[in-house]
């Protein structure tokens, strides 16, 4: 099946400190997108890239979807203690998106 | 506006019961899609309804069945529940049939639900 493999699964660090993460696939996509998933609720997506190339931010949150459509990554600036929770990719398109097994983010105050 | 709802939040089933979640789009959304996600992991798809049609299917058993109705609510529903169908369930609604910039995927806070 088409997988979606993301790094790191769980990240501990300071806050204020910048945090990467990524997402690569074998196969190619036409739509990225980043979730976040807070305990005990549903995902809310974050930034969605719809063309190779494409960077995009929101706020302190960056974005890119890969030049060869197979990767995307998601940078944040300067954490907070709220970023806490689970951030998971998906490829997107007809909403059946598949999901990345997510990165665990906790922040250290 | 009131965003994706869905009822119970938590239910408790033995094995062999069956089980029926509902889930209210956001207003003015057609497409309802369900998702299994088991502690752990990512969401994993089961089904799409856009205007009262199944427009897609996840890798899932004939005991989950799932419909949509006139006011684009829907329902999810298995049978002969396992053990392993304990999971957050998760509905998301969108305006059209793709999600897309100008309408993305909204997901409800789940039904937790635990098969004993």
């Known amino acids: 099946g088409q997988q979606l493999n993301q790094s790191p699964q769980s990240m501990f660090i300071q806050e204020g400190e910048d945090v990467s993460m990524n997402c690569t696939s074998s196969?190619?996509?036409?739509?990225w997108l980043w979730y976040k998933q807070d305990p005990g609720e549903g995902p809310v997506l974050l930034i969605a890239?719809?063309?190779?190339?494409e960077l995009t931010s929101n706020g302190r949150l960056t974005a890119q979807f890969g030049i060869t459509r197979t990767d995307s990554f998601l940078n944040i600036a300067a954490s907070i203690p709220s970023d806490v929770g689970i951030y998971f990719c998906?490829?997107?398109?007809?909403?059946?998106?598949?999901f990345g097994a997510g990165t665990r983010l906790t922040v250290k105050p | 506006d009131a965003g994706v709802t869905q009822s119970p939040t938590h239910l408790i089933k033995t094995r062999g019961q069956h089980v029926t979640l509902r889930c209210s789009p956001i207003?003015?959304?057609?497409?309802v899609s369900w998702y299994q996600q088991v502690l752990g992991q990512g969401p994993q798809f089961i089904f799409q309804?856009?205007?009262?049609?199944?427009?897609g299917r996840g890798n899932f058993p004939d005991r989950f069945s799932a419909r949509q109705f006139p006011n684009y609510s829907s329902e999810l529903n298995v049978n002969a529940l396992l053990l392993g169908d304990s999971a957050l369930y998760l509905c998301?609604?969108?305006?059209?049939?793709?999600?897309?910039?100008?309408?993305?995927?909204?997901f409800g806070n789940g039904t937790r639900l635990t098969v004993t």
């Open positions: 998301a609604s969108s305006r059209g049939q793709e999600s897309s910039y100008n309408s993305p995927l909204h």
């Open positions: 207003s003015g959304h057609k497409s």
């Open positions: 196969s190619i996509f036409n739509t």
């Open positions: 998906a490829r997107g398109g007809n909403n059946d998106m598949r």
């Open positions: 309804y856009y205007e009262k049609e199944e427009r």
């Open positions: 890239l719809y063309k190779a190339g």
